[in-house]
């Protein structure tokens, strides 16, 4: 079992910028896709961006597509997701996680996922 823990949440106004952080300790991620996923209140938790074990492969969903950017540092046990042009729907508290499997190209199901940060809280004004 490995511990995730988010950073870098925050409040900010549309249009502007963040970059979010999960720093995984207990045991090396690097063979785990990772991913980011977001919940905001009376929804379900929502597949945001995911990237492969080998940092090769990234794939998003549509709406924050071409805005957001994940990122991951091997050396440093960490994922990233730089957040551009945010949008008051973009408003959740994101988790990250690790992917189950070994090797894997990150899925876009959460219950493919065993390891969880606790969040962070993002929000967008308008």
């Known amino acids: 079992q490995v511990q995730l823990v988010e950073s870098g949440g925050g409040l900010v106004q549309a249009g502007g ?48 597509k071409g805005r957001f950017t994940i990122s991951r540092d091997d050396t440093k046990n960490t994922v990233h997701l730089q957040m551009n042009g945010l949008k008051p729907e973009d408003t959740a508290v994101y988790y990250c996680a690790a992917e189950a499997l070994d090797f894997g190209l990150g899925s876009h199901w959460s219950d493919r996922y065993d390891d969880w940060g606790q969040g962070t809280q993002v929000t967008v004004s308008s």
């Open 17 to 64: 910028s963040l970059m979010l952080s999960c720093a995984a300790s207990g045991r090396t991620v690097s063979n785990k896709a990772l991913a980011w996923f977001r919940q905001a209140p009376g929804m379900e938790r929502e597949f945001v961006a995911a990237i492969s074990f080998s940092g090769g492969t990234t794939s998003y969903s549509n709406p924050v």
